[in-house]
């Protein structure tokens, strides 16, 4: 998962994620719900080019350094990728 932020867009990616509410201290586990009063922090337009495409039922979300592939309708989290991102 580092190769976008040393690619040609990863200054454009730590920015667009440091002008985002950041969503950090909370413990999350695959199959449980995903914190009602916590933010949910979109993923960057230009991160999302470097990951599957996904059904419109799943999302990604970012919570510190993990990315997290989140259940919309549901509020689930189905899967968790811990310290996917590269410290700031």
Known sequence: MAMPFAGPDGKQIRAS??????V???????????????????TPPTLLLDLPTLPS?????????????????????VDLLPNALPPS
């Open 57 to 77: 039922e799943l999302e990604y979300r970012i919570v510190g350094r993990d990315l997290v592939l989140r259940d919309v309708a549901a509020n689930l989290i």
């Open 24 to 42: 950090r201290g909370i413990r999350l586990q695959v199959n449980a719900t995903y914190p009602e009063k916590a933010p949910l922090q979109s």
């Open 17 to 22: 994620l440091r002008s985002a509410e950041p």
